[in-house]
T-cell receptor, first 114, second 111 residues
Framework: EAGVAQSPRYKIIEKRQSVAFWCNPI?????LYWYQQILGQGPKLLIQ????????DSQLPKDRFSAERLKGVDSTLKIQPAKLEDSAVYLC????????????FGQGTRLTVV | RKEVEQDPGPFNVPEGATVAFNCTYS??????FFWYRQDCRKEPKLLMS???SGNEDGRFTAQLNRASQYISLLIRDSKLSDSATYLC????????????FGAGTILRVKS
């Protein structure tokens, strides 16, 4: 079974530039999460989708971050404009929409803002 | 108060030791719980789901205490390969299976 695919793996941008990350979840996984993990911290949930609908985006900095999952499969997360404090690993995870199921993570995109 | 709290450690233990981590959660309505393992510069991977009766998988035992709102992970006979960060995760069913993680506990097993 193919896992969660993310790209790019690494990205270095200057502050105030824009960047986009892509995630392809495991086939059939209706639930998709984007997490931000700053070095030394746990994953922080940015946004959660159920199919193509947003379930939770309470911690998404909406003035600069946006995400979409138009066809209920792939998802993109965008930052515009980036700040230095956005430097982190952005993790995408997917799971079946049931209570005790495992969330599978992609390898993440490591973003460095300089 | 954070929704999920863990002792960050690090826990430095010798090989063969038994070590236990606790994780507390703030919302009593939380219904399912997990322990994930994260190796350095890697993605988190599921170690164990935590069931209300407690569960064991080899050297690993997970317990849930709903009254005190904490879950625990016990590792017996620690191996060098157990060195990692252990993340506690709480599933909020009432919020559409929102999965919230703690900050993680660092374990270092030394020879």
């Amino acid at each position: 079974e193919a896992g969660v695919a993310q790209s790019p793996r690494y990205k270095i941008i200057e502050k105030r530039q824009s960047v986009a990350f892509w995630c392809n979840p495991i086939s059939g996984h209706a639930t998709l999460y984007w997490y931000q993990q700053i070095l030394g911290q746990g994953p922080k949930l940015l946004i959660q989708f159920q199919n193509n609908g947003v379930v939770d985006d309470s911690q998404l900095p909406k003035d600069r971050f946006s995400a979409e999952r138009l066809k209920g499969v792939d998802s993109t997360l965008k930052i515009q404009p980036a700040k230095l404090e956005d430097s982190a690993v952005y993790l995408c995870a997917s799971r079946l929409p049931r209570v005790n199921t495992e969330a599978f993570f992609g390898q993440g995109t490591r973003l460095t803002v300089v | 108060r954070k929704e999920v709290e863990q002792d960050p450690g690090p826990f430095n233990v010798p090989e063969g030791a038994t070590v236990a981590f606790n994780c507390t959660y703030s919302n009593s309505a939380s219904q399912s719980f997990f322990w994930y393992r994260q190796d350095c510069r890697k993605e988190p991977k599921l170690l164990m789901s935590v069931y209300s009766s407690g569960n064991e998988d080899g050297r690993f035992t997970a317990q849930l205490n709903r009254a005190s709102q904490y879950i625990s992970l016990l590792i017996r006979d620690s191996k060098l390969s157990d060195s990692a960060t252990y993340l506690c995760a709480v599933n909020r069913v009432e919020y559409g299976n929102k999965l919230v993680f703690g900050a993680g506990t660092i374990l270092r097993v030394k020879s």
